[in-house]
């Protein structure tokens, strides 16, 4: 459900795109130093949208550097640190345990248990620094659960709780901000449920899965979906712009309001093809 949030490169200068992947290969090198190698695997551009945001928020001291990797032996790359790729590493640590064990008791895929066994062992440490934030991921990904083994029709309330999810984890502390960043968490997660869900009507129609859609016996209508995540962005949007953010607004606002849409209807194109 993630690999959504994502920057529209082609449109980013040659400096965005560097500042964009020194973030997500500071995550990807924090989430190594913080639960592993393997952890790696599970790494998602939507946390450097979460790190990029907040470093914007919050501007904190950055630590830089240059390293090759296991993954990019040969060409050294720019990394970034702070408190907020840091942060970001765990919960990408953290939604993936919980991702795969969730397809792992639902589904029975050999390869989600291997790798929720992989993830474990550095969860209590992720859970004693964000107690709030794994706490809310679980209770949303067991009411997701549930709503689809009742094959529950209707797409606002695992939507919603998908949100819910979503606005706990752009809240990094009780603040003045958080009340901004939980409603616009909230909608983005929406978005992303959706989405997903609209991306996924026919696969899950094949192979007999729950899709809020399908559970309550919608035609396939892209121009109608269409329109439901037009609204969920606005929403999100909105509560975005009340953010005073300068340091990377120009790169945060390709993501959210280009770089979804780019991949949306990239991933659309390769559906209907399918058709």
């Not at 939507?46 to 919050?58: I, N, Q, R, W």
């Not at 990394?79 to 590493?89: C, P, V």
């Not at 409603?183 to 809020?212: H, T, V």
Request: charged content about 30%.
């Amino acid at each position: 459900m993630f690999g959504y949030v994502t920057a529209s490169l082609r449109e980013l200068t040659k400096e965005q795109q560097r500042r964009y992947s020194a973030v997500y290969c500071g995550i990807c090198r924090r989430i190594r130093e913080q639960s592993g190698q393997l952890s790696r695997l599970g790494l998602s551009y939507d946390m450097a949208f979460l790190a990029l945001l907040l470093m914007s928020l919050y501007e904190p001291e950055e630590d830089s550097g240059k390293n090759s990797c296991a993954l990019h032996p040969i060409t050294r790359r720019d990394w970034l640190d702070n408190d907020y790729i840091r942060y970001a590493a765990d919960m990408n640590v953290a939604l993936a345990y919980y991702n795969c064990l969730d397809d792992w008791q639902d589904d029975g895929k050999r390869t989600a248990k291997w790798m929720a066994q992989a993830y474990e062992p550095h969860l209590p440490d992720i859970e004693s620094r964000w107690p709030r934030q794994c706490q809310a991921i679980k209770k949303s990904i067991d009411e997701l659960s549930a709503l689809e083994k009742e094959n529950c029709p209707n797409p606002d309330q695992p939507a919603g709780a998908f949100g819910e999810l979503m606005g706990e984890l752009l809240v990094v502390r009780e603040d003045w901000w958080a009340p901004i960043l939980r409603k616009m968490g909230n909608a983005l997660g929406r978005f992303i449920y959706l989405l997903d869900a609209e991306l996924d009507y026919d696969k899950d129609k094949r192979r007999g899965k729950y899709n809020p859609f399908l559970a309550r016996g919608e035609e396939k209508n892209w121009a109608r979906w269409e329109d439901y995540l037009v609204l969920t962005m606005g929403r999100c949007t909105a509560e975005f712009e009340k953010l005073p953010l300068v340091q990377d607004k120009q790169l945060l606002d390709n993501i959210l309001y280009s770089g979804v849409w780019v991949n949306y209807r990239g991933k659309r194109k390769e559906e209907e093809r399918h058709d």
